[in-house]
């Protein structure tokens, strides 16, 4: 026996001379045995170590035995632990019933017979060892299982020897085993069996034709043609199969079977076990989904960072790198309190705090900030944090925060689903009006009425800049689908006629999107959009004419394959661009170019290339590659 592979046996007497006894008894067993002299001393051990077994004293002072039983079962820990009794009086069956009440499993009369306290122990051991090798060990499953199957090949005896400790460790396990005799078609099930199914033992009959309705017809026919391209000569096999309960659930199995054959070679009885593995399968898919999401978000934070790189524009190299860290730290605030939430969202007035904190001096108050609580959805906060940044480092530079008097007023209020913030600065220098749109207007702009589908106003007074916003709360993309309405752009029954190379631009990343209309406006195309979510592109799609598109795949959780059929339909090129992996795009569009985020420019230069003229039409890149698109999509089976 391995020194790890021992179990914990607790021998609990006020007598030490009856503890030497018992550890000497059964000492020969190599396991852990670990005396205590009292009650109180019993439970300090337990709740230092876990015990495979509890040997108590009935008769005892403070607590007796049957006291203490009852206090360990309590326990939640201690729930499943074998404790068996040794008493030196006559037990009458009201004194077992009582003990067998508190969660005793046995009784050893007093004098011991050392045989029969180690045999008691010795299943009780062996019974938990089992349970901890399965717990610990669920990749060595099919090899158990496969030598348990082995075994009842090689005699029927050995199977009689070892029935008990099976079906103990098959239930432990969570398991059901069966058998099936061929020539009489009987099928025997223990209760794990039944229990996988979902059946009821005392009404449902097994029956081969029975079990074969609980199978998906597909994993039938896999294993149906297995067998018969097999012809039976294999000892053993195992498949996995999908098991479809009465109630409809769907339960994912491994079934593995080992043939029993007469002295003529014919197969006589099949024996084998089903594992229930559904948990496994869906922590397996929710790994996946996990791995899938954070290379999802890491891509399109890389994104959000090459947009704000390409897009910031400055007059030195040093105003440039101020303000893309400034711009990167107003994200990275968002992110971690994020984080924190676990991506659920972000509390309005920690990320105002966070915001602001570079700007607090001194004991005077220069930003006076106001609000209810206010919890933001994770894209809302995102924006928010640069929304703040953009506000506070214009009136750092040129506005109230930017000399010793200044003072900004930052409150927001909730009114009928809405949040509406309004930044208002005082004492600073004489505002002067822009005459263009900077970076930080336009990402405001953008975000806030495209993305949330909000509305905004700055009001450039000389006595200082008063900025006014209002966002809905609740989810964009899902209002937008039950008005039938995309926010923030009206409906229209007009078609706009064909202006240049006009390209459809999908994405929901405001300052993704604004880098691809940059970039695609310096290759000479017209962008249409960009749109964030699906009803606003499909409007689109409706009512402008357009020679290409580039669609993200996800918008806002919502999949943008519909949108993409649209398109199709027009006959119209289009690209994806995904911050996941190119191989989670439906299969129907497996012929459609994919960009992954962050994108760089050269992808869309590659792409979009400059259009030119051939027998009087406009013919792109796009164009030829639609052709490439119809012929393999025709193709496709």
């Not at 009935?58 to 006291?67: I, N, R, T, W």
């Not at 223990?190 to 034709?209: A, C, H, K, M, N």
């Not at 491994?254 to 014919?266: D, E, F, M, P």
Request: charged share 25%.
């Amino acid at each position: 026996m391995m020194t790890d592979d021992k179990v914990n046996v607790l021998l609990v007497d006020d007598q030490p001379a009856k503890l030497l006894a018992y550890e000497v008894i059964l000492g020969e067993l190599g396991e852990n045995l670990i005396k205590a002299a009292s009650a109180r001393e019993a439970l300090e051990q337990l709740l230092k170590t876990d015990f495979a077994i509890v040997l108590i004293d009935v008769c005892m002072p403070e607590l007796d035995g049957f006291q203490l039983a009852a206090m360990i079962r309590d326990h939640p820990r201690f729930q499943k632990t074998a404790i068996i009794f040794i008493s030196a009086i006559h037990l009458s069956d009201v004194d077992r019933l009582r003990g067998y009440e508190m969660g005793a499993v046995d009784y050893v009369p007093v004098p011991v017979v050392p045989e029969v306290l180690r045999a008691k122990v010795k299943v009780f051991a062996e019974l938990h060892r089992k349970t901890r090798q399965l717990e610990r060990l669920n990749e060595e499953l099919e090899r158990r299982v496969a030598e348990r199957t082995a075994e009842l090949e090689a005699s029927h005896a050995r199977l009689l020897e070892s029935e008990r400790r099976r079906s103990l460790a098959l239930e432990a396990g969570q398991m059901g085993s069966w058998e099936l005799d061929v020539h009489t078609g009987e099928c025997r099930w223990d209760r794990g069996q039944y229990r996988i199914l979902g059946v009821d033992p005392d009404t449902f009959v097994p029956t081969i034709e029975n079990v074969r309705s609980f199978v998906h017809a597909d994993d039938l026919a896999r294993i149906q043609a297995r067998i018969k391209e097999d012809g039976g000569r294999q000892a053993s096999f195992q498949s996995e199969v999908r098991v479809l309960r009465p109630n409809g659930q769907v339960r994912w199995c491994i079934c593995a079977a080992a043939l029993t054959r007469n002295a003529h070679g014919q197969v006589v009885r099949i024996s084998g076990v089903t594992i229930d593995i559904t948990d496994l399968k869906e922590g397996e898919e929710r790994r996946t989904l996990l791995v899938r999401e954070v290379d999802h978000r890491a891509r399109n934070a890389l994104a959000v960072v090459q947009s704000i790189v390409r897009l910031t524009k400055a007059k030195t190299i040093e105003d440039y790198v101020v303000a893309v860290e400034g711009r990167i730290r107003a994200l990275s605030t968002a992110h971690a309190l994020l984080s924190g939430s676990r991506w659920e969202g972000a509390d309005l007035r920690g990320l105002v705090e966070e915001e602001i904190a570079p700007y607090r001096s001194g004991e005077s108050e220069r930003i006076i900030v106001q609000g209810p609580a206010v919890f933001l959805l994770p894209a809302t906060a995102q924006i928010l944090a640069l929304v703040l940044h953009e506000l506070a480092t214009n009136a750092a530079k040129y506005g109230a925060l930017s000399n010793a008097s200044g003072r900004v007023m930052l409150t927001w209020q909730l009114c009928e689903g809405s949040l509406v913030l309004s930044w208002q600065e005082m004492g600073g220098p004489a505002v002067v009006p822009p005459t263009s749109q900077g970076y930080g207007t336009r990402v405001i702009g953008a975000s806030v009425e495209r993305q949330m589908g909000g509305r905004m106003s700055f009001d450039w007074q000389s006595a200082g800049l008063t900025f006014t916003m209002t966002v809905p709360l609740r989810d964009r993309a899902k209002d937008a689908i039950e008005t039938g309405q995309p926010a923030g752009q009206k409906n229209g029954n007009g078609v706009r006629p064909l202006i240049g190379n006009r390209v459809l631009l999908v994405e929901d990343e405001v300052l993704v999107g604004m880098m691809m209309k940059d970039a695609l406006s310096d290759l000479g195309y017209e962008v249409v959009g960009p749109f964030s979510t699906v009803p606003e592109a499909r409007l689109a799609v409706f009512e402008d004419d357009f020679h290409a598109a580039i669609l993200d795949v996800n918008l806002h959780g919502e999949p943008v394959y519909p949108l993409a059929d649209l398109i199709t339909a027009r006959e119209v090129p289009f690209v994806f661009v995904t911050g996941y992996s190119a191989d989670g795009i439906d299969s129907r569009f497996a012929h459609v170019p994919v960009l992954q985020k962050p994108i760089e420019r050269r992808q869309l230069e590659q792409i979009f290339a400059r259009p030119c003229r051939a027998r009087g039409e406009s013919v792109s890149y796009l164009q030829t590659l639609f052709r490439s698109q119809k012929q393999s999509a025709s193709a496709a089976p």
